[in-house]
T-cell receptor, first 114, second 112 residues
């Protein structure tokens, strides 16, 4: 079965650079979520999209932005990167019509800011 | 107070024993409760979900929900070394459509 696909798997950037993370949800899933997980930390909710519109916002810094495109894939854009942005970034998708949010996660993008 | 709280562990149990993982949540309006398993460096994997008070069993896993006490637990029977992982409790909070909030996770170690 198709899963959530994230790219790239690993990304190394310098401080103040920009990064773009991509997420391709499970086919027919209409909702995408972004989470940030630091070492030894729980996943922190950043932002979610339903049918290409932002549906909820969590602890996403103003330096970050995200969007969901017509094909339902989503991109997380991160600018003015800081050392503290180094983390594992997960994308998850779900099908809202099922009534409850069972999230299926991608393998994540490991971002290292040097 | 965190919205979802778990004991970080590590919780060590011998192989074949029952592992009991606990989670409390602060929002009485919470509607859905999930347990995710996460191996180190890997993504969380959904293993159980429960919506109603009581017990829900799936193989070696049993989820228990008590909304009055704002408490949800996961029991793993006949624990295996392969069960060694971090278990994340997740809750959908009232307000904001079904945003899922995670606890900090409990690290389980099953000792052969």
């Amino acid at each position: 079965a198709a899963g959530v696909i994230q790219s790239p798997r690993h990304l190394i950037k310098e401080k103040r650079e920009t990064a773009t993370l991509k997420c391709y949800p499970i086919p027919r899933h209409d909702t995408v979520y972004w989470y940030q997980q630091g070492p030894g930390q729980d996943p922190q909710f950043l932002i979610s999209f339903y049918e290409k519109m932002q549906s909820d916002k969590g602890s996403i810094p103003d330096r970050f932005s995200a969007q969901q495109f017509s094909d339902y894939h989503s991109e997380l854009n991160m600018s003015s990167l800081e050392l503290g942005d180094s983390a594992l970034y997960f994308c998850a998708s779900s099908l809202r019509g099922t009534g409850f949010e069972k999230l299926f996660f991608g393998s994540g993008t490991q971002l290292s800011v040097l | 107070q965190k919205e979802v709280e778990q004991n970080s562990g590590p919780l060590s149990v011998p192989e074949g024993a029952i592992a009991s993982l606990n989670c409390t949540y602060s929002d009485r309006g919470s509607q859905s409760f999930f347990w995710y398993r996460q191996y180190s460096g890997k993504s969380p994997e959904l293993i159980m979900f429960i919506y109603s008070n009581g017990d829900k069993e799936d193989g070696r896993f049993t989820a228990q929900l008590n909304k009055a006490s704002q408490y949800v637990s996961l029991l793993i029977r006949d624990s295996q070394p392969s069960d060694s992982a971090t278990y994340l409790c997740a809750v959908t909070l009232s307000g904001g459509y079904q945003k899922v909030t995670f606890g900090t996770g409990t690290k389980l170690q099953v000792i052969p």
